[in-house]
Nanobody, 124 residues
Framework: QVQLVESGGGLVQPGGSLRLSCAAS????????MGWYRQGPGKQRELVAV???????NYEDSVKGRFTISRDDAKNTMYLQMNSLKPEDTAAYIC??????????????????WGQGTQVTVSS
């Protein structure tokens, strides 16, 4: 099994910054896609940013230029640097990974896996 643990959420004023982390643990050889989703109060879950094993990234339009996704494959950890935060960024931020190879000797992949989420609140 693969476990995901997010950290770094909290309360921040508008215009402030936070850095989220998502650490994956378990039997992992490699991870293809890692991404951040968020779900605000009364809203549907939406994709915020995604990064592939090759380093390609994609962002939801409202966060482009403000958020940066990155990953450290040696640590099986993903990050989300969030700058110029706005009240509308308030949400639970949830880590997702997919295409997990469990062994160097098997091409088959597993996933997706989800974290429990970390709360980000942007308010003055």
């Amino acid at each position: 099994q693969v476990q995901l643990v997010e950290s770094g959420g909290g309360l921040v004023q508008p215009g402030g910054s936070l850095r989220l982390s998502c650490a994956a643990s378990g039997t992992i050889f490699s991870i293809n896609t890692m991404g951040w989703y968020r779900q605000g109060p009364g809203k549907q879950r939406e994709l915020v940013a995604v990064i592939t094993s090759g380093g390609s990234t994609n962002y939801e339009d409202s966060v482009k230029g403000r958020f940066t996704i990155s990953r450290d494959d040696a640590k099986n950890t993903m990050y989300l640097q969030m700058n110029s935060l706005k009240p509308e960024d308030t949400a639970a931020y949830i880590c997702n990974v997919d295409g997990v190879r469990r062994s160097a000797f098997r091409l088959a992949t597993t996933g997706p896996y989800w974290g429990q989420g970390t709360q980000v609140t942007v308010s003055s």
